[in-house]
């Protein structure tokens, strides 16, 4: 490294290119989880973006084996030259996996995919890293100021990403990132005494590819998603929130019939598969025992997984009492009971309007005045602008009251109360931008979500939750039920039992349904009566109150309901309330537990794919890291003369910057996740929390050009101690104080949550510098690349445990996790770092 590597000595184009980079990188690996989203799975998202950080940890390592080669040492010229691989590496890998996703591989499909996508992608984000490796290492002297340009390039991506993924899809995004990235080679190579007009042939090449996609969407469009046949498809548009697209069946529909075929024994004519097809289309609840015609539907889809359907002419079918049909709907069952009664539902509020089924519902029924939340924006659109002559535009209707934004922040923002509150198979399975294994409708099902439906209810209010139901796989019903019974004994109701109602309909191709119904006050005896005449007339299976004799459950249902421990927490599953601290509704499973099981009994059924794939990442990640780590520490140790010496200096110096990596991903995770809510869209947690954490983390990087050579270790305490503090204050008082303000106009509540990360991002971004200063002052500058993946190597350490322990504890525990690593981080500043006898290298001081 160079001793005159300074600032004057680091060339602008260096420094933009380095920024250029950095925002690249994020932009790209958000892209990327939202590609795989829609093609595998959500799981796959949060494993890709494990593999694309190890990558970069990985071009660390590189750099540092590179700069020590006595042959061929890596120089600064090749900064350009990684970030032209990088740019080509990237358009390379989304060519190939869109057309490895253009062919059906059958039931390979999704595996075949999972484990391509990290080995094609892995290569863009090797060279990519190391380039930010190889410039932080060759301007060291630099690093605090080179620092604020890596973060606030990064920060600018945050301000970014959202912005593209709403304009353009996901891989168009991807190739545009690859042409950025060859641009930033260009920038690179005006450093370089080579530089030339022929360096833009890359760049704008792969910016006319990038062109052509545009012009031309048909090229990178995915023929197959999630092993379902896509051609099918009318329409889609991309956003950051997920892929939304419109076809005149449900895509996956043919797989669904064989797999029923397969299971029963029993063929299907091809008039029942047309009844199948169009009973799917009309409702995934539907009765088994609805016998009439069912309308003409196109099928809206999020992600190739989630749907709902838009009904043909529903607006005029509505009023001419023509959709009947959807109270043979388990889903509508609240309003079948007060219809009955007399009481039809006046005021009703419902939680995601999808293509408008619901809100059909409830019109039909005589609603005076529907809330609807709807959380994508593209999905009113369809209904509304593409599809509008088709279905009526629904959401036009004066008693509709269409809000697009989060459901529970709507709720907690307004007063109104209403006769019923209907949740029918609100998922997305879409991973949300804003964390690992976080979907954007996590937030819904929480105990303080249900503590908000209780309180926003009349009191003969009801609230309707219907869930997918399966015998073996019986968690979300399960845990409805409980979430209701732990709502409604939060608001001091003694047996809530007697204000719970569920039920089961047996649908089409072994597709069974729950839904569960929560009363304010007790069901009466007439109320009983009618569920138990409505599920006799329909073919339901009630199973609370008054269940059958016939019926029997895999779960202690009465226990659940008085809220038993054993019955709770006792069983194959962990059915506790999911909290706002712990919002995994949707991950059952004891994560770790059930995985051991799995492997034990060989019955892979036993374990979810969700905990399968955090355990086996975390023991990738660590076989990885421990390469990362030991592998060059004995290459070190062997060139040392007395390696108690070398101890003396690997030792703190693994320990401090271990500790930032493990600290600064673990409190990064719980930020956002805490943040989310009370800014009230996931989108926001990327745009307002991780910019100001990148930004403000910049800004503390630059500050440290200020700290004399003397005050480095005290600077770096104090800083920790600072960080410890904020950390613990964020885990119990931030979330009160969030609370108190939920309330507030947005811009306020932007503003609170700067304000309030400001501080700990200023001190987390000068951690990094300060631990680079103190090496330099023992002489081991030449260890920059080393630390920078060990930093690296144990954010991806960082990103898995931190979500197995959210999974298994809460958010809270991630912020305390995070908080010892920092701990650990002083505690190595009391370890002195001695000068290893090994000399350093002659090319590491090349410079520019």
Same mark, same amino acid.
Not at 775 to 804: D, F, K
């Given at each position: 490294?160079?001793? #005159?590597?300074?600032?004057?000595?680091?060339?602008?184009?260096?420094?933009?290119?380095?920024?250029?980079?950095?925002?690249?990188?994020?932009?790209?690996?958000?892209?990327?989880?939202?590609?795989?989203?829609?093609?595998?799975?959500?799981?796959?998202?949060?494993?890709?973006?494990?593999?694309?950080?190890?990558?970069?940890?990985?071009?660390?390592?590189?750099?540092?084996?590179?700069?020590?080669?006595?042959?061929?040492?890596?120089?600064?010229?090749?900064?350009?030259?990684?970030?032209?691989?990088?740019?080509?590496?990237?358009?390379?890998?989304?060519?190939?996996?869109?057309?490895?996703?253009?062919?059906?591989?059958?039931?390979?499909?999704?595996?075949?995919?999972?484990?391509?996508?990290?080995?094609?992608?892995?290569?863009?984000?090797?060279?990519?890293?190391?380039?930010?490796?190889?410039?932080?290492?060759?301007?060291?002297?630099?690093?605090?100021?080179?620092?604020?340009?890596?973060?606030?390039?990064?920060?600018?991506?945050?301000?970014?990403?959202?912005?593209?993924?709403?304009?353009?899809?996901?891989?168009?995004?991807?190739?545009?990132?690859?042409?950025?990235?060859?641009?930033?080679?260009?920038?690179?190579?005006?450093?370089?005494?080579?530089?030339?007009?022929?360096?833009?042939?890359?760049?704008?090449?792969?910016?006319?590819?990038?062109?052509?996609?545009?012009?031309?969407?048909?090229?990178?469009?995915?023929?197959?998603?999630?092993?379902?046949?896509?051609?099918?498809?009318?329409?889609?548009?991309?956003?950051?929130?997920?892929?939304?697209?419109?076809?005149?069946?449900?895509?996956?529909?043919?797989?669904?019939?064989?797999?029923?075929?397969?299971?029963?024994?029993?063929?299907?004519?091809?008039?029942?598969?047309?009844?199948?097809?169009?009973?799917?289309?009309?409702?995934?609840?539907?009765?088994?025992?609805?016998?009439?015609?069912?309308?003409?539907?196109?099928?809206?889809?999020?992600?190739?997984?989630?749907?709902?359907?838009?009904?043909?002419?529903?607006?005029?079918?509505?009023?001419?009492?023509?959709?009947?049909?959807?109270?043979?709907?388990?889903?509508?069952?609240?309003?079948?009971?007060?219809?009955?009664?007399?009481?039809?539902?006046?005021?009703?509020?419902?939680?995601?309007?999808?293509?408008?089924?619901?809100?059909?519902?409830?019109?039909?029924?005589?609603?005076?005045?529907?809330?609807?939340? #709807?959380?994508?924006?593209?999905?009113?659109?369809?209904?509304?602008?593409?599809?509008?002559?088709?279905?009526?535009?629904?959401?036009?209707?004066?008693?509709?009251?269409?809000?697009?934004?989060?459901?529970?922040?709507?709720?907690?923002?307004?007063?109104?109360?209403?006769?019923?509150?209907?949740?029918?198979?609100?998922?997305?399975?879409?991973?949300?931008?804003?964390?690992?294994?976080?979907?954007?409708?996590?937030?819904?099902?929480?105990?303080?979500?249900?503590?908000?439906?209780?309180?926003?209810?009349?009191?003969?209010?009801?609230?309707?939750?219907?869930?997918?139901?399966?015998?073996?796989?019986?968690? #979300?019903?399960?845990?409805?039920?409980?979430?209701?019974?732990?709502?409604?004994?939060?608001?001091?109701?003694?047996?809530?039992?007697?204000?719970?109602?569920?039920?089961?309909?047996?649908?089409?191709?072994?597709?069974?349904?729950?839904?569960?119904?929560?009363?304010?006050?007790?069901?009466?005896?007439?109320?009983?009566?009618?569920?138990? #005449?409505?599920?006799?007339?329909?073919?339901?299976?009630?199973?609370?109150?008054?269940?059958?004799?016939?019926?029997?459950?895999?779960?202690?249902?009465?226990?659940?309901?008085?809220?038993?421990?054993?019955?709770?927490?006792?069983?194959?599953?962990?059915?506790?309330?999911?909290?706002?601290?712990?919002?995994?509704?949707?991950?059952?499973?004891?994560?770790?537990?059930?995985?051991?099981?799995?492997?034990?009994?060989?019955?892979?059924?036993?374990?979810?794919?969700?905990?399968?794939?955090?355990?086996?990442?975390?023991?990738?990640?660590?076989?990885?890291?421990?390469?990362?780590?030991?592998?060059?520490?004995?290459?070190?140790?062997?060139?040392?003369?007395?390696?108690?010496?070398?101890?003396?200096?690997?030792?703190?110096?693994?320990?401090?910057?271990?500790?930032?990596?493990?600290?600064?991903?673990?409190?990064?995770?719980?930020?956002?996740?805490?943040?989310?809510?009370?800014?009230?869209?996931?989108?926001?947690?990327?745009?307002?929390?991780?910019?100001?954490?990148?930004?403000?983390?910049?800004?503390?990087?630059?500050?440290?050009?200020?700290?004399?050579?003397?005050?480095?270790?005290?600077?770096?305490?104090?800083?920790?101690?600072?960080?410890?503090?904020?950390?613990?204050?964020?885990?119990?008082?931030?979330?009160?104080?969030?609370?108190?303000?939920?309330?507030?106009?947005?811009?306020?509540?932007?503003?609170?949550?700067?304000?309030?990360?400001?501080?700990?991002?200023?001190?987390?971004?000068?951690?990094?510098?300060?631990?680079?200063?103190?090496?330099?002052?023992?002489?081991?500058?030449?260890?920059?690349?080393?630390?920078?993946?060990?930093?690296?190597?144990?954010?991806?350490?960082?990103?898995?445990?931190?979500?197995?322990?959210?999974?298994?504890?809460?958010?809270?525990?991630?912020?305390?996790?995070?908080?010892?690593?920092?701990?650990?981080?002083?505690?190595?500043?009391?370890?002195?770092?001695?000068?290893?006898?090994?000399?350093?290298?002659?090319?590491?001081?090349?410079?520019?």
């Amino acid at each position: 490294m160079s001793s #005159e590597a300074s600032s004057s000595t680091t060339p602008w184009s260096v420094k933009l290119g380095l920024m250029m980079t950095a925002l690249i990188v994020l932009v790209s690996q958000i892209a990327l989880t939202r590609l795989m989203s829609v093609a595998v799975n959500y799981h796959s998202a949060f494993l890709i973006l494990a593999a694309v950080m190890l990558a970069m940890a990985a071009s660390a390592i590189a750099v540092f084996v590179g700069t020590r080669r006595s042959e061929s040492p890596v120089t600064i010229e090749d900064a350009a030259k990684a970030a032209y691989k990088s740019a080509i590496a990237i358009a390379i890998a989304l060519l190939g996996f869109v057309l490895l996703a253009s062919r059906d591989w059958g039931p390979l499909s999704q595996p075949i995919q999972l484990l391509l996508a990290p080995a094609l992608f892995f290569g863009g984000f090797y060279y990519s890293g190391y380039v930010i490796a190889l410039v932080l290492s060759h301007y060291v002297s630099d690093l605090a100021k080179l620092y604020w340009f890596d973060l606030v390039g990064a920060a600018g991506g945050c301000l970014l990403v959202v912005p593209l993924l709403n304009w353009l899809p996901a891989p168009s995004v991807i190739l545009l990132c690859a042409a950025g990235m060859a641009f930033a080679g260009t920038t690179f190579s005006r450093s370089s005494t080579q530089s030339s007009r022929k360096h833009l042939i890359v760049p704008l090449g792969l910016l006319l590819v990038w062109g052509l996609s545009v012009a031309w969407p048909s090229l990178l469009r995915l023929h197959f998603a999630k092993g379902q046949d896509q051609s099918k498809v009318l329409w889609e548009s991309w956003n950051a929130q997920a892929r939304v697209s419109v076809s005149t069946e449900i895509p996956g529909t043919s797989i669904g019939v064989n797999e029923y075929e397969r299971r029963s024994g029993v063929k299907l004519t091809p008039e029942e598969i047309d009844e199948a097809r169009r009973r799917s289309l009309a409702g995934m609840s539907m009765s088994r025992e609805f016998k009439g015609p069912f309308p003409n539907a196109l099928w809206v889809q999020l992600d190739s997984d989630a749907g709902t359907p838009i009904l043909k002419d529903g607006v005029v079918a509505a009023q001419s009492n023509g959709l009947r049909f959807l109270d043979w709907d388990i889903a509508t069952a609240a309003y079948v009971l007060r219809t009955s009664l007399k009481l039809p539902p006046t005021d009703v509020f419902i939680v995601g309007g999808g293509g408008g089924r619901d809100v059909l519902t409830a019109l039909s029924h005589g609603s005076k005045r529907v809330d609807v939340v #709807e959380l994508n924006p593209d999905v009113v659109f369809a209904v509304e602008q593409v599809f509008g002559d088709y279905s009526g535009r629904v959401y036009s209707d004066p008693r509709v009251h269409l809000t697009i934004g989060e459901a529970r922040g709507e709720l907690s923002r307004h007063s109104s109360q209403y006769d019923l509150i209907q949740m029918s198979l609100i998922d997305t399975w879409a991973s949300s931008m804003a964390g690992a294994m976080v979907m954007t409708e996590n937030s819904l099902y929480t105990q303080e979500a249900f503590d908000l439906y209780a309180a926003r209810l009349k009191p003969d209010g009801l609230l309707s939750i219907t869930r997918w139901y399966h015998p073996s796989r019986y968690g #979300e019903t399960a845990r409805v039920a409980v979430l209701m019974a732990n709502a409604l004994q939060r608001a001091g109701i003694q047996k809530p039992a007697d204000h719970v109602a569920v039920m089961i309909s047996d649908g089409g191709l072994d597709t069974s349904a729950s839904t569960a119904i929560m009363k304010r006050s007790p069901f009466t005896i007439q109320e009983q009566t009618a569920l138990v #005449e409505l599920c006799k007339a329909r073919g339901y299976r009630l199973l609370w109150p008054q269940p059958s004799s016939e019926t029997e459950l895999p779960f202690n249902l009465a226990g659940m309901l008085r809220l038993e421990p054993q019955a709770v927490s006792g069983g194959r599953y962990d059915l506790s309330p999911p909290t706002d601290d712990r919002p995994f509704f949707f991950n059952y499973d004891w994560p770790v537990s059930s995985v051991i099981e799995a492997i034990r009994t060989g019955d892979h059924s036993l374990a979810s794919r969700a905990s399968i794939i955090l355990v086996a990442a975390l023991l990738v990640g660590l076989f990885a890291c421990s390469k990362f780590i030991v592998l060059p520490l004995r290459t070190m140790r062997s060139a040392s003369v007395n390696s108690q010496e070398a101890n003396r200096l690997f030792v703190p110096t693994m320990l401090y910057f271990s500790g930032l990596g493990i600290g600064f991903m673990m409190i990064e995770l719980a930020l956002i996740q805490r943040y989310i809510l009370f800014l009230g869209h996931p989108s926001y947690a990327i745009s307002v929390v991780l910019f100001t954490l990148l930004f403000f983390g910049g800004c503390g990087s630059y500050i440290t050009e200020l700290v004399g050579e003397v005050w480095v270790i005290g600077v770096a305490r104090l800083a920790l101690f600072g960080v410890i503090m904020g950390t613990i204050l964020t885990a119990f008082l931030v979330p009160e104080w969030l609370r108190l303000m939920a309330g507030w106009d947005w811009s306020y509540r932007v503003g609170v949550a700067t304000a309030l990360i400001t501080p700990q991002a200023l001190l987390m971004g000068m951690l990094f510098p300060l631990g680079v200063r103190r090496l330099m002052s023992a002489g081991q500058q030449e260890l920059v690349p080393w630390v920078w993946g060990i930093n690296g190597g144990c954010g991806v350490i960082a990103l898995i445990l931190g979500t197995l322990v959210a999974m298994n504890l809460s958010y809270t525990s991630v912020l305390i996790t995070g908080a010892f690593a920092y701990l650990v981080t002083l505690m190595s500043l009391s370890l002195k770092i001695t000068n290893s006898h090994a000399p350093s290298t002659p090319h590491s001081n090349q410079s520019n």
